[in-house]
DNA sequence: CCCGTTAGGGAAAACGTTTTCCTTTACCGA
DNA sequence: TCGGTAAAGGAAAACGTTTTCCCTAACGGG
């Protein structure tokens, strides 16, 4: 205050009174802790972290009371300072409202936790200039690596891969071929749908997807369509399909409603996701159509709330469980410096009959 | 390496290779910068900072040229060490697997972010021990501040409430009254939705709750039950019911099917959560129940799902999308010293009336 | 001409770590 | 006794910021 004074009044000052750094209860430091225990700090950090051979067994159980005694626990970001890397893990998602993508993520903290880390979780919006916005951020944090989540392809995202940055891609591939992968067989998932819409004997198929910019739809759709066709069937081109909008829910809704505008319904519908398949269902009530037994619906993805809600829906459920430690190891692999890998967690086909009126 | 063969082997080192800090692409500093535009490291930051009258435009123009060669962007870490405190709020959810957590904290991360702000999201599982693991691990990291979203209670938590951190509760209030609270009035919706049954003349009703360790819960119930008593309404006590279990659509699940053991249904039941009542519905169908034409299934959160594969169930909706600036707001009034505010958003009682057979 | 003010900007400290050297003992073998 | 080595631990630098002082030059008023 005194400071302030010596200027005789309050016109001048042209920053906020924000001064100094805020008090709050102050937490002790390293130094509290040498201090009390008598000994340097290059002795405290070392006890810290468990540097063997350079402390006494009586000088570590100084140290060791001494931190108990404060409360201690280090600093992250001065560790992170001098070591130019923090413990976080980024995790950039394409869309947090989608439930997949949502329960990946939640895997993800787990796993990261248990190792030690933080996530940082954004979400992009599947939008180029936030991704690039959000993965300078990240260097700026210093984090220990970037999970992609469902990567959309910008130009930062180029520049962060060309400087290796530390990142992993999940469910959608990255640019280039020398990028770490974690996902699903997405090309086999696909044809194991069609296998199983031909063992049952339905043939007149329709596809709906999302956007093709995504590795996932376009390798589902690819491993679909092929297998379909390796049997003969080839899909007309009205009967694959998606919708102006970015909304999956939508995105089935109104894919369905025009698709049923096209003379007699499909036996089969692959969704290549299951908020696709929510809003291909709504649209096939509409119109009259009972799914499963006059239109086959297929997900992908098999939110856990289908077994509930939506037991007419069969699925490629992706074991969402797995993924977090899959990324995990994912990332110690890239910090080890070895080459990328790509990771395929295995996918069942989740069969499920029932009417949309079970009693 | 040279350092490490003057050893003559590798039998001695006794850490890892790790060495100095890694390689990674070097990014520009701010001394950098500085030495480029020919300025010291003081004006470059008063620039960055936007802090007027302390240099030319000329200077100016020079230094965010050379910034803008360099794609220089402050280190985040640097700056929170001076400043003692970091641009990241954590979220501390209970529960991520919840969509209306997962839902809740997708809206506060772009509100955040719109802020400035980086959120770092952790699950809690609703444990006190991994609660208070974090928020010692958040303190640590600097946070601006702690999002509790439902929080269990906890030593830890009692402490940084006394220690005045900045901590904001979302959904389950926090201990002691000097605390700050965003959430839906939940005594009141549980009471509107005693008054939404009654009007439909249904007075045979049960109610099924997860934790009562949960202020929501226990306000929800209150209200619930104080509205029917007040219409001459008591509940049995076995008409009030949970399960031994964690997980909301199990406890759905087994308290109704033992329910349901003791005499005639209930014409309304009232489910605590979403969750809770699409594992009632499953029970109901397996009795051969239908709902709404025989119980009438009430839920809270309103997952945006239910619109597509709950048409029958009526449910208390949350403005999720209003939790993101609500939260933020809440932080702003913490950081701004003012005392602490309790905020209600405004929740409405969805009604669907379609059939479980809705053709 | 002098004093006071202001604009413009630099030097340096501080934040909390980790790690590299360096020093001091103590001990052991020859 | 000497030389060498190992054990134990300290001093200090560095990481990238922000901010407090401080300095200089210019300028305006008396």
């Known amino acids: ?15 906020k009174a924000k001064a100094e750094p805020r008090a709050r209860s102050k937490i002790a430091s390293i130094t509290t802790v040498a201090e009390r225990a008598g000994v340097s700090i290059a002795t405290v950090s070392r006890i810290v972290n468990g540097i063997a051979k350079k402390a006494s067994p009586e000088t570590v159980a ?12 280090p600093v992250s970001v001065g560790r992170a300072l001098r070591l130019r890397e923090s413990r ?8 947090l409202s989608n439930p997949t993508m949502a329960a990946i993520a939640a895997s993800a903290e787990s796993a990261l936790r248990q190792a030690g880390y933080v ?10 200039d936030l991704q690039d916005e959000y993965l300078l951020e ?15 392809s910008s130009p930062g995202l180029d520049d962060f891969v060309q400087a290796k940055e530390p990142i992993l891609f999940v469910n959608r591939r990255g640019p280039g071929s020398r990028t770490s992968f974690v996902g699903v067989d997405n090309k086999q998932a696909g044809s194991e749908v069609a296998a199983h819409l031909l063992k049952l004997g339905v043939t007149q198929t329709a596809v709906i ?14 491993g679909f369509l092929e297998a379909m066709a390796s049997e003969g069937h ?15 829910l939508m995105i089935g809704l109104n894919a369905t409603r025009s698709l049923l505008e096209f003379g007699s319904p499909p036996h089969g519908l692959f969704c290549l996701s299951d908020l696709i398949a929510y809003g291909a269902h709504k649209a096939l009530q509409e119109a009259g159509l009972s799914s499963p037994e006059e239109v086959r619906v297929i997900g992908f993805d098999d939110n856990p709330l289908n077994n509930w809600l939506a037991p007419w829906l069969t699925s490629v459920k992706v074991p969402y469980r797995e993924y977090g430690t899959a990324i ?9 410096g070895a080459p990328p890998r790509h990771v395929l967690l295995r996918h069942h086909l989740i069969v499920r009959m029932a009417g949309a009126n079970p009693e």
Do not use: F
């Open 328 to 336: 995990l190891e994912g990332l110690e692999t890239i910090w080890s």
């Open 234 to 248: 080839r899909l007309a081109p009205h009967h694959v399909r998606t919708a102006e909008v970015s909304d999956h």
């Open 209 to 222: 997807h999302g956007s093709l910019g995504s590795s996932a739809t376009a390798e589902r759709l690819a």
């Open 88 to 95: 976080i893990v980024a995790v950039l998602a394409a869309n």
């Open 119 to 128: 996530m940082v979780l954004c979400d992009t919006h599947d939008r180029a």
């Open 1 to 15: 205050m005194s400071k302030i004074e010596r200027h005789g009044g309050g016109m001048m000052r042209d920053r």
């Open 138 to 152: 990240m260097r700026a944090l210093l984090v220990r690596g970037i999970v992609m989540l469902a990567a959309v």
């Open 62 to 73: 100084k140290v060791q009371r001494a931190i108990a005694e404060l409360g201690y626990r």
